[in-house]
């Protein structure tokens, strides 16, 4: 976690390269234990061979950081196993003294590498390393004596614990700093350490370390009794290497798992090494993934050491490399490496998106080692497991009961299924659990656990409390909303998807349709797959493990039968745990699949191998379609487009392989040619618009690199071009056609900037809105496009992999419903800026050239399909969002990019009786900029319920809110605006009836909700009001549209602000309650209502809209305020138009510009703020968004709860 | 003459049924991820206007050949073929649009409506074939 960390992990990354080795011998393991020892121990190397792996091969990379990660892990697995039956000789060797020595030794020698590894960027020790790596190669362990030597080990540990806890905790420490790390910052997503990894990775450190050693001690003291036995009885013949062997112990939770340490011991250097490829490991997932990530994702050349560079994130590759290498030396192991690429089986259809991954490799000859280390596992964890095993019984009657307990049963999914299964095999999954746990201290676990048996329960209490809307004014929560937690176990919880990437309407899904029916709100999921990530781990392997019958990639919430099964949680049907998926890079354990980070992170991603390609994958390429027609000149887009588009040139995501061209268009279509070598950029007319027809072929897209210079020049004198133009046509239908042509090749991202009505060629429009209609309450036309056309050829794009983003900034109607349609199923998103003029118009300049850098920086995806998959059941019935439904649940992605969500509707076919968790998986399968092939995955586990309360207790009011906003959305363009407007107020009917009819049995007159939904009304209100779905308040048909395109496509914080805003009042905050964020204090000023009467004027109001902050100064503002904060002396000398807080060193400014910082934290697009005076027109603009209050046009909210009730009483 | 209004109805008839057949076949194909949506889209709104004419014109030498009681049974089919390709927005590709198969259940409402019309097809196929036979034994 700690940043240090991360530099250090730089240094390992050489340890990467390392790990390739170790990945061999990590086979071994698996494989392992047939060869004999002893032929491996003489060479000390051979019990090193798995640390060495780790460090050695990687010594000379060690130099610099980068690859030893992989390497780390697994010498951690080499460890364990090796440590067993190297100890024997080793020991005698060198280890012995070491191993006393070791413990605190191991600080010494080794233990400085550690201490250093973290604080110290490279590993100093390296060079040592790669002796040692060298050895590794040998590691036959395969010898079964080893993993009995291992199961013996653990018990020394156990008595080190103390001193290896000690160890430990540094070790987690380190970890943390990787995840931290820079790589965080370079490449989030990429890297596996920084993200999610650096988090969980460093959590998984600790876990690890915690669960091997550490773990032991404070869980389970008995297991660790049991070790201390079984060494006697293994002892037999090692024992010498037993005494060896604690220290090795030492080593190995040094290392993360000390298995390694025996090796390391001997030679103290090794264990240093093994260090350093572990902090390697993180930092370089980090740093190397981004860049280097190269290797060697595939199968089998990631062994190598490629395949640790990546393997950095987990290891992984590693492993599975390893095993394959080791394969040959084992034997079994050899399938692997052959294994990885065949799809086995099904469909087709799959390969495109998510083809390949399975490869189930063989996994057939490991079958002694197996059997031992399970059986140690299960020693080990079943003391623990057992008490969850025990609740099972309680399912049942758990649903009702809001205890975690039975919540933890349903973990296991089919409870029937826990009957069948054999005691064992239970324990085992829930042990599982418990190890998750475990990095924590037990404390706090035993707290975490009573607070959520007791909290949760009077969460549920607090959501379910009627609320009678007439009576009850204050209904804000003094903070923004959070989604509501779903009643899972702590364990289940904790492991669960962010909410802020998926998120269900209903936080407990009812079992049946009916019930659904019953409570009268839709159930739906909010997705925001590709958003930024801090924390993302990465994984490298040559198998991806996945269902066999429904293809879900193996999650969190999985089912573990027994060691070598797992059991599917969306089809329930039992697959098989690959041999390499034995093997836990992170914990360098054999034997703990439940361990791997694809199960103990909800959301992962996997490097993919060529199975999930139909093609190579391709380069990043933009095409940039400009109009530069008469009304564009007078717009004066083009010159800040040119500027911004220069500046951030080489911020565009891509490698040196990057593509760009750009193409301009009136009434006739101009290519720009810029082959390297040419002087200038060369200009093509095409004034053929009826059949267009691509110039050249080969210089128009051209590599970014070779061509830089005439880009720049192109660039310079683009804007100037056209600067006489007299041309008012415009053929954008034509220009979208070349367009496609001059993709089709390759794919990519086409950015179309448009400024008025299409009126030439193929595509042409004509304008349909009638000015006088725009204000009329009786309906909306043309909400709907005019013609396919476009429809068409975003279709055509989407199937060369081509996605259109369109910007339009257009003064006039320009028909945003049809021309939209290019942007809706090519998945590409869309800009608008009415009114836009460079100079007349500022604040829509500005938005504009913040959004373009924004959107020329941001993360990228080409090539793209999302499926979504969910529990036996239930099913989709209807998405929302820009992409193309290929089939029932296969999204199609051009491109993908971080800004844009999705929604879908789900309907339940068949009861979900015979499980009591429901999961829901979407697998992103795209390409990133850099040209590799990868796979997020997100997975959400969810609760199933039977009774109407607990649905309504789970209820999601910003999801609900959402889902019907987009489904008003399809309804006014099917059916009508006013029909949808209808079946808003419905919703709100609807569910009062509901509740008054079926939960509530008090007799209270009045609107009665449950708590959790108590806000649904007031955001049914906002939603009303908004520009998309308003009547009677004067709205230009373009705005409306685009505002619909908005509520598709905005994730869901975004849009709730845009609906509902957030208003605080500043004048008067106190730090109490502040958060404090580093140095700064972030003050909590409280929510309030969107209504006038909630401001006053001698106060001054921050209102939050999503995309711009409105800062509103009353008329008798504290003049202190206004010093301190604005800097004039009063409020008469406050400018009109202010856009910015000037930073001043009071208090006062610094905690309101630290509020305002914290607020824009998480968003994508940077918000302009306006200070807005009580006595400016501006002041309308504020007061808009007063949603509770009476407008022209709309009800104020007591009118509309007044509504509610007539209807009822209907 | 009655006869041969029959055998042509017949005719007509089986080729509807055909199209039925085809419409359910190509909609599971869809429900079963073996096509996309686009492709099958482009192949069944291909004939839509065939199978809209050929109920037009079994309902028209139906009331040519003044049998009330089966134009009375064939003129809603007609009508509803007529209605819902009318009905179809201007944006659409047709009845049968790919970028909203998928949604709101339109797959399952699509191929409720061929089960329907192969039904329907099937009794007027028996209706046809019984009246030909009278028709030619009354000859």
């Known amino acids: 976690m700690s940043a240090p960390g991360y530099t250090n992990l730089n240094s390992s990354v050489s340890y990467s390269q390392n790990s390739t080795p170790n990945g061999g011998a990590a086979p071994p393991y698996q494989n392992g234990p047939t060869q004999a020892y002893q032929s491996m121990n003489p060479p000390p190397g051979c019990y090193g061979a798995p640390p060495q792996q780790q460090s050695y091969p990687t010594t000379p990379a060690h130099s610099t950081p980068a690859p030893g990660k992989a390497s780390i892990t697994k010498s951690a697995h080499s460890a364990n196993y090796y440590q067993s039956n190297h100890q024997p000789q080793q020991q005698q060797h060198h280890h012995i003294p070491q191993h006393h020595v070791a413990p605190s030794p191991y600080n010494v020698p080794s233990s400085q590498s550690y201490a250093t590894h973290p604080s110290s960027g490279p590993p100093p020790s390296n060079a040592q390393y790669n002796q040692q790596q060298q050895q590794q190669q040998q590691p036959p362990y395969a010898t079964p004596g080893s993993y009995y030597g291992q199961q013996l080990y653990y018990p020394p540990p156990g008595q080190h614990s103390s001193q290896q806890q000690q160890q430990q905790q540094q070790q987690p420490t380190l970890v943390t700093a990787p995840a931290s790390g820079p790589g965080a910052p370079l490449y989030p997503i990429v890297s596996y350490p920084s993200a999610p990894g650096s988090s969980q990775y460093g959590t998984l450190s600790s876990t690890q370390s915690t669960s091997t050693p550490g773990v032991m001690p404070t869980q389970m003291g008995a297991p660790l009794h049991q070790y201390n036995t079984s060494r006697p009885a293994s002892t037999t013949a090692v024992q010498p290497g037993y005494n060896a062997a604690p220290p090795s112990q030492l080593a190995p939770t040094v290392n993360g798992q000390g298995s390694t340490a025996h090796q390391h011991y001997d030679q103290s250097h090794q264990a240093s090494l093994s260090y350093n490829s572990y902090g390697g490991v993180t930092h370089s997932s980090g740093s190397t993934e981004t860049d280097r990530p190269p290797s060697g994702t595939p199968s089998t050349s990631v062994h190598s050491s490629p395949g640790h560079q990546q393997g950095v994130q987990y290891g992984y590759v590693a492993n599975s490399g390893a095993s394959s290498a080791p394969a040959t030396t084992s034997g079994p192991a050899a399938a692997p490496s052959s294994s990885s690429s065949e799809d086995e089986d099904d469909d087709d259809e799959e390969e495109d998106e998510e083809a390949g991954g399975d490869t189930s490799s063989s996994s057939t000859g490991s079958a002694s080692p197996v059997p031992n280390s399970y059986d140690s596992l299960e020693g080990g964890n079943f003391p623990d497991s057992m008490p969850s095993s025990n609740d099972m019984t309680n399912q049942a009657a ?158 969190p919430f999985v089912t573990f039968l027994d060691q070598r099964r797992w059991k599917c949680n969306l089809c329930y049907r039992v697959n098989d745990v690959p041999d390499e998926f034995m093997y836990n890079p992170v914990t360098r354990l054999y034997g703990e699949p439940h361990r791997r980070p694809e199960v103990q992170n909800a959301t992962v991603e996997f490097i993919a191998s060529s199975d999930y390609m139909l093609r190579p994958p391709q380069p990043a390429a933009y095409l940039f379609v400009l109009d530069v027609s008469h009304n564009a000149v007078e717009a004066g887009y083009l010159k800040y487009f040119c500027d911004s588009l220069m500046e951030n040139l080489d911020r565009l995501p891509g490698d040196s392989r990057t593509r760009v061209g750009f193409l301009t268009f009136d009434n006739t279509i101009h290519f720009y040619n810029l082959q390297e070598g040419l002087s200038q950029p060369q200009m093509l007319v095409v004034s053929d618009i009826d059949d267009v027809f691509i110039p050249s072929h080969d210089s128009l897209m051209v590599n970014l690199k070779e061509s830089k210079e005439l880009v720049k020049d192109l660039l310079t004198s683009l804007p100037a071009m056209f600067s006489q133009s007299r041309e008012t046509h415009s053929a954008l239908g034509p220009a979208l056609q070349a367009a496609f042509k001059l993709m089709s090749p390759t794919g990519g991202r086409v950015s179309v900037f448009q400024t008025q009505l299409p009126t030439l060629g193929a595509g042409a429009l004509q304008s349909r809105e009638d000015p006088n209609q725009r204000s009329s309450s009786k309906g909306v036309q043309h909400l709907g496009p005019a013609t396919d056309f476009y429809k068409k050829l975003a279709l055509d794009c989407s199937g060369q992999q081509i996605g259109v983003d369109l910007f339009l900034l257009s003064s006039q109607y320009a028909d945003l419903a049809s021309i939209s349609c290019i942007s809706k199923y090519s998945a590409g998103s869309i800009f608008y800026y009415p009114s836009f003029h460079y100079i007349h118009n500022p604040a829509q300049l500005e938005k504009f050239q913040k959004d373009l850098e924004r959107y020329l920086t941001r993360k990228i995806g080409f ?58 998986q979407a697998a992103l399968l795209y390409t990133s900029s850099k040209g590799k092939r990868r796979i997020r995955v997100h997975t959400l586990c969810l609760p199933v319920v039977n009774q109407l309360s607990d649905v309504y207790a ?46 509530s049995n008090l007799l209270q007159s009045g609107l009665v ?71 700064t204090v972030v003050p909590q000023p409280h929510l309030l209502h969107l209504s006038a009467e909630r401001v006053s004027r001698d106060g001054a109001f921050l209102m939050d809209c999503g995309t711009v902050f409105y800062l509103w100064v009353g008329k008798c503002c504290n003049e202190m305020f206004i010093r301190d904060v604005l800097g004039y002396p009063n409020y008469a000398s406050i400018p009109p138009n202010m856009s910015h807080i000037p930073e001043l060193e009071t208090t006062l400014s610094e905690r309101v510009r630290a509020l305002l910082d914290w607020l824009q934290d998480n968003r994508a697009f940077c918000s302009t703020i306006h200070v807005v005076k009580d006595d400016t027109s501006a002041k309308a603009t504020f007061f808009q968004h007063m949603v509770e209050d009476r407008s ?7 009118e509309f709860l007044q509504h509610v009730q007539q209807q009822m009483s209907k | ?132 036979i009278l028709a030619l034994i009354n000859d």
């Not at chain 1, 998959?869 to 099913?875: E, N, P």
């Not at chain 1, 505002?1043 to 208003?1063: W, Y």
């Not at chain 1, 008067?1068 to 964020?1077: E, I, R, T, V």
């Open chain 1, 398 to 555: 758990s649903y009702g009961s809001y205890g975690y307990s039975s919540m933890q049963p349903a973990y296991h999914q089919g409870p029937a299924s826990h009957a069948d299964s054999s005691p064992s095999h239970d324990p085992y999954g829930q042990s599982s659990y418990q190890q998750y746990s475990q990095p924590f201290p037990n404390l706090s676990q035993l707290s975490a656990a009573l607070g959520g048996l007791s909290g949760v329960p009077e969460l549920e209490v607090e959501a379910l409390r009627p609320v009678n809307l007439l009576q009850e004014r204050n209904l804000l929560p003094p903070r923004p909303l959070e989604a509501p937690e779903p009643n899972l176990s702590p364990e289940l919880k904790k492991v669960n998807c962010s909410p802020q990437t998926f998120r269900c309407t209903l936080s407990s899904i009812p079992q049946t349709q009916a019930l659904l029916n019953k409570a009268r709100l839709p159930l739906g999921l909010l997705l925001h797959p590709f958003r930024d990530l801090q924390q993302l781990p990465v994984i490298t392997s040559n198998t991806i493990v996945r269902c066999r019958s429904c293809r879900t990639y193996i999650n």
């Open chain 1, 863 to 920: 090539e793209a399909v999302m499926r979504i998959r969910c529990t036996k059941g239930l099913s989709i019935h209807t998405f929302h969002g820009n992409f193309f439904v290929r089939s029932t649940d296969l999204l199609s992605l051009a491109n993908v990019n971080p800004d844009s969500a999705f929604a879908v509707q789900m309907s339940i076919e068949d009861s979900l009786a015979d499980s009591s968790l429901a999961c829901f």
């Open chain 1, 954 to 999: 789970g209820a999601d009011v910003q999801a609900v809110t959402c889902l019907l906003a987009n489904m008003a959305i399809d309804r006014s363009i099917t059916s009508s605006l006013s029909d949808a407007r209808d079946a808003l107020v419905n919703a709100v009917v609807d569910l009062v009836s509901a509740y008054k009819s079926n939960v």
């Open chain 1, 1009 to 1079: 909700v449950p708590a959790a939904m108590r806000l649904f009304p007031v955001f049914i209100l906002a939603l009303l009001k908004q520009k998309a779905l308003r009547t009677g308040t004067s709205t230009r048909l373009d705005e409306r549209v685009f505002a619909m395109c908005e509520f598709k496509t905005q994730p869901l914080q975004q849009l709730m602000r845009m609906v509902h805003p957030d208003l605080y009042r500043l004048d008067n905050m106190s730090d109490q309650g502040a958060l404090h964020l580093n140095d």
């Open chain 1, 1192 to 1198: 022209e046009s709309a009800s104020s909210y007591h």
């Open chain 2, 1 to 132: 003459m009655e006869a041969a209004v029959f055998i042509l109805s017949l005719v007509d008839c089986c080729a509807l049924i055909f199209l039925s057949v085809y419409f359910i076949i190509t909609l599971s194909d869809l429900e079963c991820d073996y096509i996309n949506a686009r492709a099958c889209c482009s192949k069944l709104n291909k004939w839509v206007i065939p199978e809209m004419v050929g109920q037009c014109l079994s309902t028209m030498l139906m009331l040519v050949s003044m049998h009330w009681f089966i134009f009375l049974l064939n003129l809603p089919v007609a009508a509803w073929d007529i209605y819902r390709y009318l009905k179809v927005p201007m944006g659409n590709m047709g009845v049968f649009d790919p970028t909203e198969i998928h949604n709101r259940g339109q797959l399952k409402s699509h191929m409720k409506e061929a089960m329907i019309k192969l039904g329907y097809h099937l009794l007027c196929f028996f209706i046809y074939l019984y009246s030909m």
